[in-house]
């Protein structure tokens, strides 16, 4: 039988589904359904409105009753139907001949009413009309969700609603009312790309001191003012004299927030850096994002020395004087010999298509050969052997370096 059960409910959530209704639908309460459940041995007729049902509060007093036997849920069951279930239809309604009862009582203190059916357009508003009978103070949440997946368990709690489509959310103290009150709640957009194939909505209640609330008229209202003609209504564009600006909207990087997320430029800035010397580099030191660059800053962070404009990358070298100001992490050196020992013979010296080092051991040497300028044109990776075919007539710097010590022989070579 339990089985049975578990089917049958499973069925109903299943028709709920299926109501392919973008308006909400059954929202006066009218129509109500009847099915037949049979718990700790009794059948009852659970009668609740159609297409809606009391998720949370029966399955909570159903494993209470078939699986811990408590007698609080087993005596609700067999003597009290209605408050078992969570719901009651009752003829105080707003509209129409019936509303919504949602109850509860001291031991199991909440009663909640769902729905789920599909949909795929987002209205700009829900509007329900409530109404709280007793002398206690209450809290009624209504909780509605775009979105493309049935959550596995309807529930009041607000975590998560950040990665659906939209969503309606409301917390509602009230004492005792003597007539309905229309609680109007606008959507609330919170990712304009993600799908929608269905709405969900609970209506959640604490009400444990002998009061109840009642619900009645559940509709959707739309707003049709769209002043800036860009397919989104005035509730939802977060600014309707601009066109460009929706919630379907690209963000780009201008100040404004262009797609209605309530975050100005968020992924699209760019890095600049602060230039001290305006020597078109600047320095990796505190970079600032933003659309365009603020003054004294520049799009790369490649200056070695950002106190001298006669330092950065591509600057002319000044041989022999300490000072690295191409940035390439060392002087230029026009002329010397640390490597003396070596005995390394440097030919044919004027040279023409080719230049060969003799006595170069085969590993741990960097070979290279600069202009005047301290500028690198070939880079040999410690072969003995350089073709310089292309080079242009002139005077060149020939270095070779050990790289475990850093010693180096700079000889002067010249092209024909």
Not at 283 to 290: I, M, S
Not at 310 to 330: K, L, R, S, Y
Request: overall charge negative; aromatic content about 12%.
């Amino acid at each position: 039988m339990k089985k049975a059960f578990l089917l049958t409910f499973s069925l109903v959530l299943t028709s709920l589904f299926a109501q392919a209704q973008c308006d909400y639908f059954n929202g006066d309460l009218e129509n109500w359904q009847v099915f037949p459940f049979e718990i700790a041995g009794q059948t009852r007729d659970i009668e609740t409105p159609e297409n809606h049902v009391s998720y949370n509060r029966f399955f909570v007093n159903y494993f209470y009753v078939e699986f811990f036997g408590d007698p609080v849920a087993t005596d609700l069951w067999l003597n009290n139907t209605p408050l078992f279930w969570g719901i009651e239809k009752s003829t105080d309604a707003s509209t129409g001949q019936y509303a919504a009862k949602l109850i509860a009582e001291p031991n199991i203190p909440f009663a909640d009413l769902y729905t789920n059916y599909a949909c795929n357009s987002i209205h700009s508003t829900l509007k329900v009309d409530i109404k709280h009978v007793g002398n206690t103070s209450d809290t009624l949440v209504i909780n509605g969700v775009y979105d493309a997946n049935l959550p596995s368990l309807p529930i009041a709690d607000p975590t998560g609603l950040d990665t659906v489509a939209a969503y309606y959310l409301d917390a509602v103290i009230m004492n005792e009312t003597t007539d309905y009150v229309t609680l109007t709640l606008p959507v609330q957009i919170a990712d304009a790309n993600a799908p929608v194939d269905s709405f969900s909505l609970v209506f959640f209640t604490t009400a444990i001191q002998g009061g109840y609330f009642l619900i009645d008229n559940i509709r959707f209202e739309d707003s049709t003012l769209d002043g800036d003609g860009d397919g989104f209504a005035a509730n939802v564009d977060c600014d309707d004299t601009n066109a460009a600006v929706n919630p379907g909207a690209t963000e780009i990087c201008n100040q404004i927030d262009d797609n209605c997320d309530t975050q100005t430029d968020e992924g699209v800035t760019s890095a600049f850096y602060y230039d001290g010397d305006g020597d078109g580099f600047g320095t990796e030191a505190n970079p600032v994002q933003a659309c365009t660059a603020p003054d004294d800053y520049v799009t790369n962070d490649t200056d070695c020395n950002d106190a001298s404009a006669t330092v950065f990358p591509g600057a002319t070298e000044v041989a022999n004087n300490g000072i690295d100001e191409d940035c390439d992490g060392e002087d230029f050196i026009s002329g010397t010999d640390e490597l003396a020992e070596l005995n390394l013979q440097v030919s044919p010296n004027p040279f023409t298509t080719t230049l060969r080092i003799e006595n170069l051991p085969a590993t741990g040497f960097k070979v290279k050969l600069v202009n005047a300028f301290g500028q690198t044109l070939l880079d040999n990776n410690g072969k003995a052997q350089l073709d310089v075919s292309r080079l242009s007539a002139g005077v060149y710097y020939l270095q070779i370096m050990e790289q475990s010590t850093a010693k180096r022989k700079v000889v002067l070579v010249v092209k024909q």
